[in-house]
């Protein structure tokens, strides 16, 4: 059965030494290098939208076919990764977290410096360059330890804050952390997400649940082989956690 792998990125950015990031920093040379990767290889980019049409059989899923995610919208993807979608013509999906645009990520004090999240007015130029927008939640908290109400609040007001400022749908959802429950996939589905991603590692494949989607991180430690096996490699997905 065909695939698509849903590579996840998080913060690209010049090279700093490895106690000022967490695994999942990627250098803005070690990305250059992978799209270049992509191009060379002929493989397919795909928009979400684009690729959630095939899973559902509406089209063929087109062979290495990929999609490019990232997790946060941070203030550097402009400066760092645009450029380089925009050299090879490639759509990706940013991630963002409503309740935090214009400040700056809320992470452990172990990762510094902390990176700013962009504002509204950087995600409307991101649509306008082709871009698309899907909701990380309003707080980016651990929707499992919350009760059903706060759980459905927090989807439902960040696709709303998000959809006010694009004046469009907003249907893509990133589980915060990767965590969920059975209960916050019906969530999900009842604030009106199409998709969520999670932490599964492997291809999304046409049997998938839509809200379940599986996807294959990017590390700082990845060498061009390294990416090259998570492209070409067929990796079926784990089963889904929940909590």
């Keep these: 059965m065909s695939g698509i792998s849903i590579l996840r990125y998080h913060q690209i950015g010049h090279e700093k030494p490895i106690r000022d990031h967490w695994a999942h920093y990627c250098t803005a040379r070690q990305f250059s290098r992978q799209m270049a990767l992509l191009a060379y290889s002929r493989c397919q980019v795909l928009r979400l939208s684009e690729a959630v049409a095939a899973l559902r059989g509406q089209c063929p899923i087109p062979p ?4 490019l ?13 645009l450029p380089v979608l925009r050299r090879y013509r490639f759509p990706a999906i940013v991630y963002t977290i409503s309740g935090w645009l214009g400040q700056r990520m809320r992470v452990p004090d172990s990762y510094q410096p902390r990176p700013w999240i962009m504002e509204a007015r950087a995600l409307r130029l991101l649509r306008h360059e082709g871009i698309e927008i899907g909701s990380q939640t309003l707080n980016h908290v ?7 109400h706060q759980q459905a609040e927090e989807l439902r007001i960040s696709r709303e804050v998000l959809e ?8 893509h959802l990133c589980y915060p952390f990767g965590e969920l429950s059975p209960r916050t996939v019906e969530l ?5 997400y199409q998709t969520a991603v999670t932490r599964r590692y492997g291809q999304a494949r046409s049997d998938d649940n839509l809200l379940l989607l599986p996807r294959k991180m990017i590390h700082f430690d990845d060498s061009v082989f390294g990416f090259g096996a998570k492209l070409f ?3 079926h997905a784990t089963k889904p956690q929940a909590v």
Excluded at 69 to 81: E, K, L, P
Excluded at 188 to 192: H, T
Aim: charged residues 15%; negative net charge.
């Design 164 to 171: 006010q400022i694009l004046g469009e749908p907003v249907t």
């Design 233 to 235: 490699l067929k990796h």
């Design 142 to 148: 651990q929707l499992p330890i919350l009760t059903p």
């Design 188 to 192: 999900a589905q009842e604030a009106g």
């Design 69 to 81: 995610s990232f997790d946060g919208a941070y203030t550097d993807f402009i400066s760092q990764v």
């Design 64 to 67: 290495r076919a990929v999609v």
